[in-house]
Antibody, heavy 118, light 110 residues
Framework: QVLLVESGGGLVKPGGSLRLSCAAS????????MGWVRQAPGKGLEWVSY????????YYADSVKGRFTISRDNAKNSLYLQMSNLRAEDTAMYYC???????????WGQGTMVTVSS | QSALTQPASVSGSPGQSITISCSGT?????????VSWYQQHPGKAPKLLIS???HRPSGISDRFSGSKSGNTASLTISGLQAEDEADYYC??????????FGGGTKVTVV
């Protein structure tokens, strides 16, 4: 069974940091690009970042560039998102997803909520 | 990168067909045949409905179909059913190697 499980969300103060994790199972994780998509409460989907299969390719949305870092550990079948200098507008549900070669997010996790508030 | 433009809401009666548009530019929708569509029910993760403009992944009903003309892509839902009531989002890669989503469309079955 293909599964993505996010963790690491929570309440953090503005300016703080948080590291999200995504554990993958049921597919050959190391063969696929992976990404993060977020959704603020009551709002639409926003692409955050994606990373290549071998960790040498990564891109970020302008809204998080310089503050967020995506990484992966293929030996642990895990994807990460290190978030720093967090702002209130980063408050959202963060979804981990497999990013196919056709630029589609084929498989999604259930999401982990990040709340940035003092 | 501005979000792709979708109508905020579309409604239809059971059995009818509806179409959701997704407008972009030549730097995204118009420049690539990789428009995707996602369905999201309240409190749930999004689900891929259509990739590569018109390809349905395994298990997706053939009531969902996609197309593209110029800088605008479309998702058509035929034989509308109560379970189709959800939010729908389009996405496209961009010339900057990023990805952009549409603002989302709420489909109501009246």
């Amino acid at each position: 069974q293909v599964l993505l499980v996010e963790s690491g969300g929570g309440l953090v103060k503005p300016g703080g940091s948080l590291r999200l994790s995504c554990a993958a199972s049921g597919f050959s994780f190391s063969d696929f690009y992976m990404g993060w998509v977020r959704q603020a409460p009551g709002k639409g989907l926003e692409w955050v970042s994606y990373i290549g299969a071998s960790d040498y390719t990564f891109y970020y949305a302008d809204s998080v560039k310089g503050r967020f870092t995506i990484s992966r550990d293929n030996a642990k079948n895990s994807l990460y998102l290190q978030m720093s200098n967090l702002r209130a507008e980063d408050t959202a549900m963060y979804y981990c997803a497999e990013y196919g070669y056709n630029y589609a997010f084929d498989i999604w996790g259930q999401g982990t909520m990040v709340t940035v508030s003092s | 990168q501005s979000a792709l433009t979708q109508p905020a809401s579309v409604s239809g009666s059971p059995g009818q067909s509806i179409t959701i548009s997704c407008s972009g530019t030549s730097s995204d929708v118009g420049g690539y045949n990789y428009v995707s569509w996602y369905q999201q029910h309240p409190g749930k993760a999004p689900k891929l409905l259509i990739s590569d403009v018109s390809h349905r992944p395994s298990g997706i009903s053939d009531r969902f179909s996609g197309s593209k003309s110029g800088n605008t892509a479309s998702l058509t839902i035929s034989g509308l059913q109560a379970e189709d009531e959800a939010d729908y989002y389009c996405s496209s890669p961009t010339s900057r190697s990023t990805l952009v989503f549409g603002g989302g469309t709420k489909v109501t079955v009246v």
